[in-house]
């Protein structure tokens, strides 16, 4: 993005304030004097505060950050809903809602609310009511849609937000000073710049004034997110290619041979030479002892002469 000179903010109108007696004193640096009752804006500290504004919203969307945009009067609607959507930002043009940041819950109820009933719409059954109850639901749905459609997928606090009249938003910049969120915020010389982290002194009552700083800092946004775009898909494709390199070349895994197997013998060199075989050694036969002699057998006792027996069998004395 070319960086916006003095020349071009004054061509848009940026460099006009407020009437002097409607100024506020904190915006005593930025001006650079007063004209015919109308204090005139310096252009050189609007492009300085507006390039480190950019460099600043730049870096959160970079890493992926949310930057809400803020504009709902009448001359800004239509300029900060285009630069939000150009930079696939979320975005508030019609009325922020009380609690919109502070109460994030309920407006996710709401949002809720809001596909049942375009669910109800799609399959149907919403013709199941009667007429009333229909119209009822159409015109709740449409409320919804008018008010919720910028914020539908911020489903946590941005990281920033963006802010065009201080003094007009002074809910939203109550809520995000309350919750720590950085404030970018087109300032004219009727608001307060210490309420923003980054103000841009600027005239934020005329369409082309508001347009020109939107489009600075959309092309930058826009620009941040292609080359994450461009980075995360690179990324992507070299955590596939290493996963199916991964899954093609599978990891060796050496085989240990079983304990019972002997290792396999190194096949032998035809070149080397050729050991002669070795005879065993012969172990000598052990002596044969000789039979030991059987024993003689033992003498046979005398056998003693039978006792005289009398007549009767009995033997005598």
Known sequence: MSQLGVKELLEAGVHFGHQTRRWNPQMK???????????VINL??????????????????????????VGTKKQAQAATKEAATACGQPYVTERW?????????????????LQE?????????????????????????????????????????PDAIFIIDLKREHNAVAEARKLNIPIVAMVDTNCDPTLSTHPIPGND?????????????QEKLQLSRSERQASTAESAEKAAATETAEVETPAVVPVTPPPSEAPTAEPEDPEAPVA??????????????????EAPDAPEAPVAPEAPKDETGAPTA
């Open 97 to 113: 809602l009380g609690g919109m940041m502070t109460n994030l819950k309920t407006i996710k109820k709401s949002l809720k609310r």
């Open 205 to 217: 009552d005329s369409i082309r004034s508001i347009r020109v700083i939107l489009t600075a800092i």
């Open 29 to 39: 640096p930025y001006i650079f004097e007063a004209r015919n009752g109308i204090h």
């Open 44 to 69: 050189n500290q609007t492009t300085t505060l507006l390039q480190e504004a950019t460099d600043f919203l730049s870096k959160i969307v970079a890493k992926g950050g949310k930057v809400l945009f």
């Open 276 to 293: 002669a075989p070795v005879a065993a050694p012969v172990e000598p036969e052990a002596p044969v002892e000789p039979e030991a002699p």
């Open 117 to 157: 009933i375009e669910k109800m719409e799609e399959d149907g059954t919403l013709s199941d009511y009667g007429k009333k109850e229909q119209s009822m639901l159409r015109r709740e749905a449409s409320r919804m849609h008018r008010n919720l459609d910028g914020i539908r997928h911020l489903d946590k606090y």
